[in-house]
């Protein structure tokens, strides 16, 4: 779960900084969507951890 959302913060922040080329060109702001699902499914996994 940690590992999903450290993966989407670190995808959104490598389109940041490589101004939208990396990490899949050519699809721009789904780049950021991608990055937001990443981390939307490493929160829900934390409300299931026991």
């Known amino acids: 779960m940690i590992g999903?959302?450290?993966?989407?913060?670190l995808w959104i922040i490598v389109y940041y900084l490589f101004q939208g080329t990396l990490p899949?060109?050519?699809i721009n702001v789904w780049n950021l969507i991608i990055g937001l699902v990443f981390m939307m499914t490493g929160?829900?996994?934390?409300?299931r951890w026991r």
């Open 4 to 9: 999903l959302m450290i993966v989407g913060l």
């Open 24 to 26: 899949i060109p050519g």
């Open 43 to 47: 929160l829900i996994m934390t409300t």
